[in-house]
DNA sequence: AAGTGGTCTAGACCACTAT
DNA sequence: TAGTGGTCTAGACCACTTT
């Protein structure tokens, strides 16, 4: 028995919450505990490695919103199983191409003043044949094109957003979450579809590739939409990777 | 001044450290504080609602949780910007889908044991042409095909797991986050592609139609590949969205 | 030195579940 | 009644930043 009193490193720079729920992790990643089983107390751990209870709270509620546990009031905490509805897709690729500002560049194809679509006008919550401002940029990755991005803006000199948005360095603050401080939210959306004959020219692949195309809607504080816009990138160039249950 | 000292309802469902996040929140949606912004201190909410630093502590890491302020030691609370590369892509689609066992069924198109193709074996870390179990299923909505799943399982008497995924029902249990205890981690992929021909036929859409394919790689608690495949879904059906930001 | 975030204590009290 | 999770206190001490 004894189990070791202490195992917390009260030096480290890892905190003590921290370590215990590593410490937990690890016991369910080696499998000493398995999907269903019970935890041991949260009593029990203080005891075990000499912490008070908010410390044994803070790591087990790690442990929760990872999604590796629950836990049942006066029942206890129990190891959960994989659940694949809880996989989470990032754009992290996305990102990794936007925040090289060594290789990626961006180039403007177009931009003009244009009446909205049917579908533009719905998206940005204006009426047909409302006066957008329409944007289609190229980023080039290495020199290469990449992917082609379309925006369509609010058309409203009372506001200053539409600068900030022609700015060809605008993208890059969107990923890495620098500037844009008049957009509060934005909603996404993934699809799939083909490539256009244009498309397909500008990132010079085969007309008809499957592609990705990740749109997007923007909101400034009022909630009112001030853009809406899409990327497309031929399939072969972009994925969305997501892991779920325990990868140490 | 007076700023009114209480706001906290000590008799809520709602615990105060809950309440603090939710107020904090509101104070930025509603541009109070804007991106950049500095946050009041701790010690200040501290005051302000009557509670204990560690009960501020815990609303603050809320917010930073959902990305939305930013700490700097010694410095204060930050407003952050929107951050494009911080939206994540959850799987409600798919999980709505398979939830409700009313009107989905699954249809058991195929199974045989098949010699394994190059890319399969390298998914499952074996020699090609080794052995593998080859399912196809059809899951239908109302009695309509709405998505294909390939299935490729390690084929390994010694080991129970085949059984469970030859099941019909395992699919709902993957989602739910029931059952599947011999499943430690698994690595998902989002492709864009094409129907094949008989994928076509299969969910009644026209040949070469774009398409969602989600390809999942599943691992034991030895952190072996146990099975590899891929839902197949017309791109129409089916869609992956994501919010960023504020919404209230 | 003063102000900021960050961790932690050693309890207290409550709600829920089992026996 | 006893054991479980869940919240909260009223401080303490530390690390970092600014003045």
Wanted: one cysteine or more.
């Amino acid at each position: 028995m004894a189990e070791t009193i202490q195992k917390i490193d009260r030096d480290s720079y890892e905190p003590a919450y921290a370590q215990i729920a590593r410490l937990l992790t690890q016991e369910i990643s080696s499998g000493k505990f398995r999907p269903g089983d019970q935890l041991p107390s949260e009593a029990t751990i203080c005891g075990r490695y000499g912490v008070s209870p908010m410390t044994v709270r803070r790591a087990v509620n790690m442990l929760i919103d990872q999604g590796l546990v629950a836990t049942r009031q006066g029942k206890g905490t129990f190891v959960k199983g994989l659940e694949l509805g809880r996989s989470t897709f990032a754009l992290d690729e996305l990102q990794s191409l936007f925040r090289d500002k060594e290789t990626s560049r961006v180039r403007l194809i177009r931009s003009r003043i244009v009446p909205a679509s049917e579908e533009i006008a719905r998206s940005l919550d204006i009426t047909a044949n409302d006066r957008v401002i329409y944007i289609r940029r190229l980023l080039l990755k290495n020199d290469e094109p990449f992917l082609c991005h379309d925006a369509h803006l609010i058309y409203d000199p009372t506001r200053p957003i539409v600068e900030a948005e022609m700015d060809l360095t605008s993208l890059h603050g969107l990923f890495s979450g620098t500037g844009e401080t008049d957009i509060k939210k934005g909603l996404l959306l993934i699809r799939s579809t083909l490539l256009s004959a244009e498309e397909a020219a500008l990132l010079r692949v085969a007309p008809s590739t499957p592609a990705f195309r990740l749109e997007h809607t923007f909101f400034d504080f009022n909630d009112r939409p001030v853009s809406f816009g899409y990327f497309i990138c031929p399939s072969e160039r972009l994925s969305f990777s997501a892991k779920v249950g325990i990868w140490d």
